[in-house]
């Protein structure tokens, strides 16, 4: 069992930067963001494979955002910029057991989730 517990969340002007942490209790070499705006489906923002360093981000996010982590310290990262209205969102930490080649932006793919961190971006 992997608990995860986010961080970081907040309200920002459009253009603005947030940093979210995701404290990890064990370890996963695939881990990510998604977030869920209301009345909207959970959207995958990013992923990392451990091993590797290995990063892949969905389209809406690329060139903003970047996602890492400290295994050392268990925990996962994503580096929000240039802030836009419709990333506001709850963003959701995910964690789970797949290799490389399965480590992508599938909700499915993922076993342990975080309770999510609130960002609102006002233009």
């Known amino acids: 069992q992997v608990q995860l517990v986010e961080s970081g969340g907040g309200s920002v002007q459009a253009g603005g930067s947030l940093r979210l942490s995701c404290a990890a209790s064990g370890y996963t070499y695939c881990m990510a963001w998604f977030r869920q705006a209301p009345g909207e489906e959970r959207e995958g923002v990013a992923r990392?494979?451990?091993?590797?360093?290995?990063?892949y981000y969905g389209d809406s996010v690329k060139g903003r955002f970047t996602i890492s982590r400290d295994n050392a310290k268990k925990t996962l990262y994503l580096q929000m910029n240039n802030l836009k209205a419709e990333d506001s969102a709850m963003y959701y930490c995910?964690?789970?057991?797949?290799?490389?080649?399965?480590?992508?932006?599938?909700?499915?793919?993922?076993?342990?989730w975080g309770q999510g961190t609130q960002v609102t971006v006002s233009s």
């Open positions: 990392i494979f451990s091993g590797s360093g290995n990063t």
């Open positions: 995910a964690a789970g057991l797949a290799g490389l080649g399965s480590c992508d932006l599938a909700e499915a793919r993922y076993r342990y």
